[in-house]
């Protein structure tokens, strides 16, 4: 008997199980209606053009080399990144109270913050210590935290199902003075509205309110480096001598985790930053993104209104980002399967069109 006898089989992770399903499939007018990355009008992968740009300087550049970067990573791709959040104007910044680390994308950055907060949020072990995650989230968030050791994840109001946006009364209701610490997640920078500072105007102002906090950043879609793994936690903290210890013990946690960065997403990213004229060509690659995904959404809700799809669809341009929540689940997506042949939600019977059973629906489809 193998000692492995009784691994139980786990469920597919669904986005990637739906990949898998869609790569699978022959059909010529296949769509997949819940990839996380950006497609062009082709539905083919874009490298952005700065980044083509970018990796031919780092080949020709013969100062560079393999050996291990520090701990915490890069250190120029560190300060950037986080300016990138804060923004150039940033006090915390100059005041020396905003520190970074390098991570292996958003996911790594989250699972470094939690297991730092679960260890030292208020200097105790934090097991027991709630955590706040919105409901609907991302299904990696609550995984995340539960993995770092955290027992007690509840749900506060995001998701306002009759008008299929946000809830900020309810949001309000759960959250306010509550005197928690913010963690934001912050993976889709500048593909909101097209504009990098806009997007981040949330963080900015916690900030500017004198929080301590964290920001988890990816720069899997703004850059396209989806397999760099390229992330920065951005840590926001009261003075330089608390963040000087928080470092330290966030080092402690990377070694024993991936002990070391990659540098060749870092790299990208970090010459693209602290270069004028290349930041300036890659701000307009976002907005060439965004401006598309904005277009597809007033494609596919004038589509739905001139076939006389019942409901109002409204909230397809009132959301914002590279996906829209339709408030579709696995009973609307039956009916939607039987009334139009060629489409189903995923987990159903195996036919053209793919969409997670969330009713998640990716925008960067051609319309």
């Not at 030292?120 to 935290?145: C, D, K, L, Q, R």
């Not at 993976?187 to 949330?202: H, I």
């Not at 409204?314 to 009334?339: A, P, V, W, Y």
């Amino acid at each position: 008997m193998s000692i492995f006898s009784e691994v139980p089989q786990a469920p597919p992770v669904a986005v990637f199980k739906l990949s898998a399903d869609f790569r699978e499939d022959g059909h010529p007018q296949k769509v997949n209606l819940g990839v996380g990355a950006y497609r062009t009008d082709e539905c083919q992968p874009w490298v952005l053009p700065v980044v083509k740009k970018v990796e031919r300087l780092i080949v020709e550049d013969g100062s560079l080399n393999h050996e291990y970067l520090p701990i915490l990573g890069l250190p120029e791709f560190r300060s950037a990144s986080s300016k990138v959040a804060l923004g150039d104007e940033s006090t915390a910044i100059k005041e020396n109270r905003v520190g970074g680390v390098q991570a292996l994308g958003g996911t790594g950055a989250l699972r470094i913050g939690a297991e730092f907060l679960r260890r030292w949020y208020n200097g105790v072990n934090n097991t027991a210590t709630p955590i706040y995650v919105s409901a609907p989230t991302w299904e990696n968030h609550n995984s995340v935290f539960a993995d770092a050791g955290f027992k007690d994840i509840r749900p506060y109001h995001y998701w306002d199902a009759a008008n299929r946006g946000l809830d900020l009364a309810g949001l309000l209701d759960d959250l306010e003075r509550r005197s928690l610490f913010v963690f934001f997640d912050s993976a889709y920078q500048g593909f909101a509205s097209g504009d990098l500072d806009k997007d981040a105007w949330a963080i900015r102002y916690f900030v500017s309110e004198g929080f301590e906090l964290f920001v988890a950043q990816s720069f899997s879609k703004n850059f396209g480096l989806y397999n760099e793994r390229v992330g920065n936690l951005t840590v926001v903290a009261r003075d330089g001598e608390n963040l000087s210890r928080t470092l330290s013990q966030m080092e402690k946690i990377v070694r024993t985790t991936w002990s070391n960065p990659p540098s060749q997403g870092a790299r990208i990213v970090s010459k693209t930053l602290n270069c004028p004229e290349l930041f300036a060509e890659w701000k307009g690659n976002v907005k060439t993104m965004a401006d598309r995904v904005l277009l597809m959404r007033d494609q596919l809700k004038a589509k739905l209104q001139a076939q006389g799809t019942p409901g109002t669809w409204d909230h397809i341009t009132q959301q914002i980002g590279m996906f829209s929540f339709t408030g579709l689940n696995r009973e609307c997506g039956d009916k939607f399967s039987h009334t139009h042949t060629h489409t189903h939600l995923h987990t159903h019977t195996h036919t053209h069109t793919h969409m997670l059973a969330s009713g998640l629906l990716g925008l960067s489809f051609k319309g």
